[in-house]
């Protein structure tokens, strides 16, 4: 009886230590690191649209850099410059002036119909917000500052 409650308690510290042992290198090892989709987005000029929003809202790039959105939430996306629903705050990016010409090849801040994806490239410096037209209240800023 004695013999068999010692094996149980080693067998019980060797399988703890292999478990809190393992689970250390797992947790620290790089390969199983997580970034958040801030880090993600920031290093790559994404932004992505989730059930709470745009993530990250704002976001800065570049003169000339292009900024993507994807769309992973159940919702349409529809990215447009502000004003809603105008979107007049980036010239020629009106709906007048562009989306409901039909014009969808023009650039154009404002993807015209819902889509999953969206880009478009910022050539004017300046803070112009955005949002989602087919949900106004999710939006965000995209700064663009003079390129380096």
């Known amino acids: 009886m004695t013999f068999r409650i010692v094996f149980l308690v080693v067998v019980a510290i060797v399988a703890s230590g292999c478990i809190s042992s393992n689970s250390t290198e797992i947790a620290d090892s790089p ?40 769309n992973e939430g159940s919702t349409p996306m ?18 007048r002036d562009h989306c409901q010409n039909g014009d969808q090849t023009s650039a154009a801040f404002d993807q015209c119909s819902t889509g999953d994806e969206f880009s478009f490239t910022f050539e004017k410096t300046g803070e112009w917000s955005y949002h989602n037209h087919e949900r106004a209240p999710q939006g965000g800023t995209v700064t663009v500052v003079e390129s380096q």
């Open 31 to 70: 390969e199983n690191e997580t970034s958040t989709p801030t880090q993600l987005n920031q290093s790559n000029n994404t932004v992505v649209l989730t059930e709470s929003g745009f993530e990250p809202a704002d976001i800065t790039v570049e003169q000339g850099e292009t900024v993507t959105w994807v």
């Open 78 to 95: 529809w990215v447009g410059s502000d004003r809603h629903p105008t979107h007049t705050d980036y010239a020629g990016s009106s709906l």
